[in-house]
């Protein structure tokens, strides 16, 4: 279990997903992104995590990129950036941001 989640660990780093949600002009949305979603997306990203691997201290409720912290097992964790936008240019607009911070 160690040795698959260390190989898992390896091919997340630098991961980034793209999850596209409504908001308001304000940068809040219109609900909010989950553990179910961030799941999901690294899920559809071909990669073997379960929900209750990701860790967030609370929902995301605004337009943006976050740092998400993956348990992959007790002393393997990993760190994806979930990148939270409008549209897929808005996407691309906010990772490049982000990068240059």
Same mark, same amino acid.
């Given at each position: 279990l160690f040795e698959s989640a260390s190989k898992v660990a390896e091919s997340l780093k630098g991961f980034s997903a793209v999850l596209i949600r409504q908001a308001a002009e304000t940068g809040q949305l219109y609900?909010?992104?989950?553990?179910?979603? %961030?799941?999901?997306?690294?899920?559809?990203?071909?990669?073997?995590?379960?929900?209750?691997?990701? /860790?967030? #201290?609370?929902? %995301?409720?605004?337009?943006?990129? /976050?740092?998400?912290?993956?348990?992959?097992?007790?002393?393997?964790?990993?760190?994806?950036l979930v990148n939270v936008a409008?549209? #897929? #240019? #808005?996407?691309?607009?906010?990772a490049k941001a982000y990068s240059a911070e």
């Open positions: 609900g909010s992104v989950t553990i179910r979603d %961030i799941a999901a997306a690294i899920k559809n990203a071909g990669f073997a995590v379960e929900r209750r691997q990701v /860790y967030l #201290d609370k929902p %995301i409720k605004d337009l943006g990129v /976050y740092e998400v912290k993956l348990n992959l097992h007790p002393e393997v964790t990993q760190s994806i409008r549209t #897929d #240019d #808005d996407a691309a607009k906010q």
